[in-house]
Structures are given as C-alpha cells and as structure tokens.
C-alpha cells in the first residue's frame, strides 16, 4: 500500500513565501514523475508543477519565475517553494506522484495526496 501526504499549507498574505512537501511512504520500487496540481474553488485541477528524474522541471506559465519545485528521491519526497504569493495561487494543492510498486513490473501508477489549503489574503 502506498501512502502520498502534503504538508505546509495556510494562511499567507500577499507577497509572502510558503514552502509545500510530499511525503511518499509504502511500498514503492521506485518513483517516476512528482508533481503538484491546485484546484481553486469553482475551478478544475490544473498542473502547477513537474519533475521528473534527469529532466528539467515544468511549470504552468502563471507561476513561473516564483514558484520552485525540487525533489530529494532518496526520502520519496518532494517539495514546492513557493514565493511572491498572490491571492489568485488561493487553492488546495495536491501533490501527485507516478509509483513502481514491485520489481516485477514496469508499471507506474497514479497517487494523489488528500491537498492541504494554501490561502493568500491580507
């Protein structure tokens, strides 16, 4: 069984910094991409960050420049700095993982995180 948990989320004001991380535990082989998707409310899930092992991370265009994600593969975990903070980043943020469970198979499957809440208000 494989277990994704985010934490660090809450109460910011403008222009302020918050440092998101993904914890994945289980039974895990090995971990191919991470990621960190939001969804604010009446909004659909979008992608706000990427990474994957040897490659150059991604990141949705309204966030970049601010935003950094990185990974210590070592502990299963990732993280999201997270600077400049606007009130429109409001949203719950969810870290996404693709996970080999067994060296038998060369599949990768989806695990989400439950979100924790990421607000930006004065």
């Known amino acids: 069984q494989v277990q994704v948990v985010e934490f660090g989320g809450g109460l910011v004001q403008p222009g302020g910094s918050l440092r998101l991380s993904c914890a994945a535990s289980?039974?895990?082989?090995?971990?191919?991409?991470m990621a960190w998707y939001r969804q604010a409310p009446g909004k659909e899930r979008e992608l706000v960050a990427r990474?994957?092992?040897?490659?150059?991370?991604n990141y949705a265009d309204s966030v970049k420049g601010r935003f950094t994600i990185s990974r210590d593969s070592p502990k299963n975990t990732a993280y999201l700095q997270m600077n400049s903070l606007k009130p429109e980043d409001t949203a719950v943020y969810y870290c996404n993982a693709l996970i080999r469970t067994t060296s038998w198979s060369t599949s990768y499957s989806d695990y989400w995180g439950q979100g924790t809440q990421v607000t930006v208000s004065s």
């Open positions: 990474i994957s092992s040897g490659e150059n991370p």
């Open positions: 289980g039974s895990i082989f090995s971990i191919g991409t």
